[in-house]
């Protein structure tokens, strides 16, 4: 079955310290992946995405992502975090069921950031 | 270029009541995407619409129904509403209904149901 495993519920961490937010997917085809990010009360934002070619991805905001094919993984990392990135992060696959494309979604992880 | 909007933002209904939320996507975009998140929970899809077209729905009842028009705007309509239909529903549009295709989402629409 197609699923996305954020295994950090919640994670607090100091401005400026790196951050590393975990994402392993389960599917059977060729995934294509994404983060994204909700502020309290707002919408979603990408920040990144894979869809083929070189692993290591770099987004909006800082944040960067590497695809693990043989760990399944797809990690979220910013080398120094600031204040405003306090929020919560999803990780999502691309899922095809013929033509019809869905994403399928982990349950996120809440980031706290410490002055 | 206007992004995708959502009406209305905040919405008490009433167990058993008729709710139409709407969605008007991003210019150029013909395909839309329905998401219901419950607190705490990532989103979970419940229907896409490509060109007016149903292309695919996830796990929810009959009583969740949508419609796109000719300028791809969308409604999501759920009929007799329970107390576990409270969430915040979000519409994602993107360029094409492909794989590859971001999907670009609204700010939502909380819906209590008392």
């Known amino acids: 079955a197609q699923s996305v495993t954020q295994p950090d519920i919640h994670i607090t961490v100091s401005e400026g310290a790196s951050l590393e937010l975990r994402c392993n997917y389960s599917y059977g085809a060729t995934p294509y992946l994404f983060w994204y990010v909700q502020s309290p009360g707002q919408g979603l934002q990408l920040l990144l995405k894979?869809?083929?070619?070189d692993t290591l991805v770099q987004g909006i905001k800082g944040f960067e992502a590497e695809f693990k094919r043989s760990q399944s993984s797809f990690n979220l990392r910013k080398p120094s975090v600031h204040w405003s990135d306090a929020a919560e992060y999803f990780c999502?696959?691309?899922?095809?069921?013929?033509?019809?494309?869905?994403?399928?979604w982990g349950l996120g992880t809440s980031l706290a950031v410490n002055p | 270029e206007t992004g995708v909007t959502q009406s209305p933002t905040h919405l008490i209904k009433t167990r058993g009541q008729q709710v139409t939320l709407r969605c008007s996507s991003q210019?150029?975009?013909?395909?839309v995407s329905w998401y219901q998140q419950a607190l705490g929970q990532g989103p979970q899809f419940i229907f896409q619409y490509y060109r007016e077209e149903e292309n695919g729905r996830g796990n929810f009842p009959p009583r969740f129904s949508g419609l796109q028009f000719p300028n791809y705007s969308s409604e999501l309509n759920v009929n007799a509403l329970e107390l576990d239909d409270s969430a915040l529903y979000l519409c994602?549009?993107?360029?094409?209904?492909?794989?590859?295709?971001?999907?670009?989402f609204g700010p939502g629409t909380r819906l209590t149901v008392l």
């Open positions: 894979y869809f083929s070619g």
């Open positions: 210019s150029g975009h013909n395909t």
């Open positions: 994602a549009s993107s360029l094409d209904s492909r794989n590859t295709d971001t999907q670009y």
């Open positions: 999502a696959v691309g899922a095809r069921a013929g033509n019809n494309r869905k994403l399928i």
